[in-house]
């Protein structure tokens, strides 16, 4: 079964790492941590670091969930004022 590690540890793992005050080995043995794995985690917080920087990230998923929970409920709404509508027309009809 493979282990779930917290962002924060990653990040933690990785930047010690990235600071090479350590060996992969030292950082393997210290943390149970394989050291390919902690290659990979090293070679991520490289990739995305910049994305650090963008005020907008956490904001903007937030706005889109929201977003997107309304846009549901107008559908739903919708949904129920033509399905009500069709009724009175067959009524009518």
């Known amino acids: 079964m493979q282990k779930k590690y917290d962002a924060g540890l990653k ?3 990785a930047l ?3 600071k090479n005050e350590k060996t992969l080995s030292q ?3 210290e943390y149970g941590v394989h050291s390919n794995q902690i290659v990979r985690w090293k ?3 490289l990739e995305n ?6 005020s907008n990230t956490g904001r903007t998923d937030d ?4 977003l997107v929970e309304k ?6 709404e919708l949904k129920v004022e033509n399905d009500w509508l069709k009724k009175k027309l067959d009524l009518l009809g």
């Not at 846009?71 to 739903?76: D, E, M, T, W």
């Open 71 to 76: 846009l549901y409920r107008n559908i739903g």
């Open 43 to 45: 070679k991520e917080l």
């Open 11 to 13: 990040a933690k793992i």
């Open 63 to 66: 706005g889109k969930r929201e």
């Open 16 to 18: 010690e790492a990235f």
């Open 49 to 54: 670091a910049g994305t650090i920087f963008n």
């Open 27 to 29: 950082l393997s043995s």
